[in-house]
């Protein structure tokens, strides 16, 4: 299957991105998702079916390119002065969202991308890049800080596993244990 | 959308269960996942379709439920005499099957289940199991040996996460750095 790379920021290829995502958003809400279709996104986005055919490949890969966006943080973490106070209001934040039938909703659409695509590896790199901006800050500071990968292993993988494959233990103290055991932890360098 | 429950092993509904689980397997080998039908399997499983779309749904949540079954484990992981040798080769080959093309596509197909469904978790518990005969052999010898909860979140979370969103460092020493670590860490009981 030929895709066309997701195109950059500017000019027409943006304006008809913007355009799809939008409809795709405004029609999930009006006639709910299993309603969708590739002709009704494309008349209200104002573009016709083959430009949307040309540029996703199908609906599937158009709402899992939707559900990335979404994922997409819109500001860096707050500051709250050290490692462990930004990692487990972070953490809290993210296992909140997450585990929320709409961010579940996301993180489903996301994973069924095209299995060759990269959907999936963006939502982790903005996890990625939320954890470094937390792990800079605490470098700044004079702190020992554990490294991105390693933050990943030991709090983001717990969760998002959990929300995936065993539902149940989904709360705050939940994540700031994961936080704390990193810290608290020989993963800590 | 109400569905019926997977059925227990035993009588009429076993067979159907087994037929068509057969003829999905075949036909993925034969004809490839992209012209499987409910029309198709059923004519191959030798019942109607609306038995398929009675017991199953659509053919989405068929494909989940083989996957499911194909990502059940044989047999109990072997024994190697230590705790540490036990989980090592368990997350070796867990990391190698499960990050194989086939071992993907499995996994994907378990995830698309009915998001209400109990498929994904399914996955989880036979993992889950595996580590409780690990653990349980580990205290019959007097060793000590953390809880499977923690085994969860420390060793399968990690590599099921870059499994599915953070592809790349899938190798049998990553496998094994994770159980070093579990088992060296404060998460020890």
Chains 1, 2 share one sequence.
């Not at 009006?30 to 079916?49: M, Q």
């Not at 943080?73 to 993210?94: C, I, M, V, Y």
């Not at 963006?122 to 996890?127: D, E, F, K, L, T």
Request: aromatic residues 4%.
């Amino acid at each position: 299957m030929s895709r066309k790379p997701m195109v950059r920021p500017g000019g027409r290829s943006a304006r008809v991105q913007e355009a799809v995502h939008t409809a795709v958003r405004e029609l999930q809400e009006e006639v709910g998702r299993s309603e969708l279709t590739v002709p009704l996104v494309a008349t209200r986005a104002g573009v016709t079916p083959s430009t949307i055919y040309r540029r996703w490949g199908d609906l599937q890969e158009l709402l899992s390119d939707v559900a990335v966006e979404h994922l997409r943080p819109d500001t860096p973490p707050p500051s709250r002065g050290h490692l462990s106070a930004d990692l487990r209001g972070w953490a809290e934040q993210f296992i909140e969202e997450m585990s929320s039938p709409v961010g579940r909703t996301y993180i489903r659409d996301a994973l069924l991308g095209h299995p060759d695509g990269d959907n999936a590896a963006r939502c982790s790199a903005y996890a990625a890049e939320q954890i470094e901006v937390m792990l800079a800050r605490a470098a700044e500071r004079g702190e020992d800080a554990p490294d991105v990968e390693t933050v990943l292993d030991r709090v983001v993988a717990p969760m998002m596993y959990r929300i995936l494959f065993r539902p149940g233990d989904l709360t705050a103290p939940y994540a700031h244990r994961l936080v704390r055991e990193l810290l608290e932890g020989p993963g800590t360098r």
